[in-house]
DNA sequence: GCCAACGTTGGC
DNA sequence: GCCAACGTTGGC
């Protein structure tokens, strides 16, 4: 999962706790959100500024209705979803831990294991999957 | 149903 | 700050 730091990043997730993640407006990145199940392990990315993988956290709660999208003055407000038909949901997520290493994404560039990555191939997608490969050999390498 | 215009995201 | 990629919108 990707966040924008200067938004939500990593210490605010470890000085919460657990946090709805809600704002995600975007049909691919709410799928993958659905498929998701509780305990699943998820890494965390940081955009922007220095992008890198920074992170691991954990599916706390299935998806459900992101409800900041029936609130008028909410900025993530869409009128396209309603307590009766909801397009969009979240889902929330326990911080595990920070990686000791974070791993660029310059670096992961360079690394053939991690070639094919989503994040690599589809860098706007906010929600995306990890094949199991992938998420050991960073695990390894930055855990 | 297509496609141009536009806005947003994110890497550099 | 720029630009490429991509999703969404709206006119036809």
Excluded at 55 to 64: I, R, S
Excluded at 81 to 91: E, I, L
Excluded at 123 to 131: E, K, N, T, W
């Amino acid at each position: 999962m990707k966040t924008e730091p200067d938004t939500f990043s990593i210490d605010d997730l470890k000085g919460l706790g657990q946090e709805q993640w809600d704002g995600v407006r975007n049909f691919q990145a709410r799928n993958n959100m659905q498929k998701m199940k509780k305990g699943d392990l998820v890494l965390i990315h940081h955009s922007g500024k220095d992008p890198a993988i920074v992170g691991l956290a954990k599916v706390a709660k299935e998806a459900y209705p992101d409800f900041t999208a029936f609130d008028k003055n909410s900025r993530y407000y869409d009128p396209k979803s309603t307590p009766d038909k909801t397009v969009w949901y979240m889902v929330d997520v326990e911080f595990v831990e920070k990686l000791n290493r974070p791993l660029p994404l310059k670096e992961i560039k360079t690394i053939t294991e991690l070639k094919d990555m989503v994040l690599l191939k589809a860098p706007r997608l906010s929600v995306q999957p990890v094949a199991k490969n992938e998420f050991e050999f960073i695990q390894k390498l930055a855990g």
